[in-house]
């Protein structure tokens, strides 16, 4: 038991003085950190290899694959963080939703789950303790993609409640996301009941990866882009929050060891939501440490609308990705100036990284941003 | 010929004192004029009807069902314009692009325009000239409309540069639109000759429809959220202004004999583009005399942000449509009260009509708009 919290013992210090975990917490150091949404997988070659004849959640189950595909891309970039590889669905799939990824359209729902008594069967049937029974594959390929990591830190992943709700609700992808929408304002308690249960899974989901060493997290709203202020508030903030707070509650087990905070050291999480620029000021309010911000909106605009309060993460426009090499470096270096009125920066794509990406331009990102004079 | 423009006769005065017209103008009548993006379509059972056996572009180039689609909403609602019936590719099919609407997929182009080779084939071949010569159906269906639409305003219809060179781009629809994306930072003097070739059919397509009798004309961009903000100024508001301006130079034939304007009176424009929350100001810039705002974004947090200079049209959230009869009556009623800060305010839908939408539901709306009190 962590005598600090409470909880199970966390995390061990190795990674408390890295530069990502570092700048989550507001630190600059001596280089800015970079790591890549969905570096783990799509553009890597020795990725596609491992998968090749192989189901992407079964590769997401498989302990040794998962961790494998998880540190490729820091053995190849030389990145300043793993992300844990994983899929949005499968903390659902682990609670026994039935549910399948189906190439060139993503997830499929047998069962969408439209209606209060849909949600009440989910709820019953698909619970966080089935979910916590199922995740010694997540735990062991965490402690597995930890040990190779060393010092290196794995950033948890998990989908945010309004994106798994979402597609709980229309029953796979969708535009506009029109049924969760219309659910959220035709029966809002339902809607309540089935993102808070999908917050339960999210913060479970993130805590087993903590617990078995990842350093910190990042909760993927993908969909978030699609609701008004007042809608993201209302109805879908309260469980992002949950989710976050589950992981806030979770400290370092030597934190206090590391000696730059005489406070319990919490657990950092990242907030990423797709197509977010109008909800910036919300996601501020939902207990995240840092701001994911995507390409749309520059990072000294979106700090300036944060009041100044949040490191932000982000955002090269993965379009940049494909073109010429100066294009690339300029805009990199924009990225890398307009990041500096915040506290501090993570740099990322404002995206995944597309599939079609060279990796030589990923590994030419890290070596640039590492080499920036700050 | 026009005395006061030098260009061709124009509209004639029926519908300069119309409420919809007034509103573009930044005047507030006796009631709040509404009408619906996607209203001509869709969610009628008369229009399926008529589509029943027949392709969609057929529909859109034989003018006696073009012009009966655009008028069944104003006979069943009662809207306050109607919106010519057409589709973004109708000037690319008529200027002579290969393109087919495939059903449950949109536009796809057996040529996509990636290199500047290919732009300047389509540049050549695809002239602006030929649209001209194909573009009978197009006035002679507005004709059709507008003799049986009466003082009830025609609104013109069509895509905005960046809308079209996407799809040319990307050879049909695509997720945040990457391969046109990265064109305009690959090669930006071929992206510019692409989006001044599109703006010019838009253009010329806006003017066709005016000039038959159209009454005010609406530029949609589809895509623009997907741009960064310097994106959207650099290398698409030229071409979208450029369109626009078009529209600017056209006047009506007797605004001086309505009296209520000493100045030729432009016919008015709207611009409106689906997901630009973070464009509203430099959608601000691009000549639209009104600005079309989606559901995301508070119309009285627009008025703030375009500092109170733009008549605003919007927003009511597509996914309450579907939504119980007391929450879409609250939503109306906050839109409407959210409309009242700006200079004028024109009712719509934040993003088209879903097909799947209870005409009643919209019919209602236009009743509840009316009675409002103001």
Redesign the interface.
């Not at 882009?225 to 809608?231: E, F, T």
């Not at 390409?295 to 520059?298: A, E, G, I, K, S």
């Given at each position: 038991m962590n005598e600090l919290t409470g909880s199970h013992p966390l995390v061990d210090g190795r990674t408390t003085t890295s530069s990502l975990v570092r700048a989550i917490q507001g630190v600059r150091g001596a280089h800015t950190p970079v790591w890549f949404m969905r570096q783990a997988g799509r553009s890597l070659p020795e990725y596609r290899a491992l998968r090749t004849g192989r189901d992407m959640i079964e590769c997401c189950l498989d302990p040794a694959t998962a961790a494998e595909i998880t540190c490729q891309p820091v053995r190849r970039h030389g990145v300043d963080a793993a992300v844990f590889f994983s899929d949005i669905i499968v903390p659902l799939k682990l609670a026994g939703v039935p549910v399948e990824l189906v190439a060139g359209r993503g997830p499929v729902f047998a069962e969408p789950a439209r209606t209060a008594a849909d949600i009440a069967t989910l709820r019953r049937e698909c619970t966080v303790e089935r979910l916590r029974e199922n995740l010694a594959p997540i735990t062991e390929a965490v402690r597995l993609a930890t040990d190779e990591l060393g010092s290196t830190p794995l950033i948890g992943f998990a989908g945010a409640p309004f994106t798994l709700a979402a597609y709980l609700v229309e029953g796979g992808p969708s535009k506009?996301h029109?049924?969760a929408?219309?659910l959220m304002?035709?029966d809002p308690a339902a809607w309540a009941e089935l993102t808070a249960w999908a917050a339960e899974l999210s913060g479970v989901f993130l805590e087993a990866q903590v617990q078995a060493g990842a350093s910190a997290v990042q909760l993927f709203d993908s969909w978030a882009?699609?609701?008004?202020?007042?809608?993201y508030r209302t109805h879908v903030a309260p469980a992002s929050r949950h989710t976050l707070e589950r992981v806030n509650a979770l400290h370092y087990r030597d934190a206090e060891a590391e000696g730059y905070t005489a406070q319990p050291m919490q657990v950092p999480t990242i907030h990423f939501a797709v197509?977010s620029?109008?909800l910036l000021e919300a996601l501020g309010e939902t207990a995240g440490h840092a701001i994911g911000v995507d390409?749309?909106?520059?990072l000294n605009e979106a700090n300036t609308r944060l009041g100044g309060r949040f490191p932000l993460q982000g955002n090269i426009?993965?379009?940049?990705?494909?073109?010429?090499q100066t294009?690339l470096d300029a805009?990199v270096d924009d990225v890398l100036a307009q990041g500096e009125a915040a506290p501090a920066h993570i740099v990322n794509l404002g995206?995944g990284v597309?599939p079609e990406t060279d990796p030589d331009r990923l590994t030419g990102i890290v070596e640039r941003v590492h080499s920036a004079r700050l």
């Open positions: 506009d029109m049924r929408r219309t304002h035709a882009g699609s609701l008004s202020v007042d809608d197509g620029g109008h390409w749309r909106t520059p426009d993965p379009a940049l990705l494909q073109a010429p294009q805009h995206h597309p």
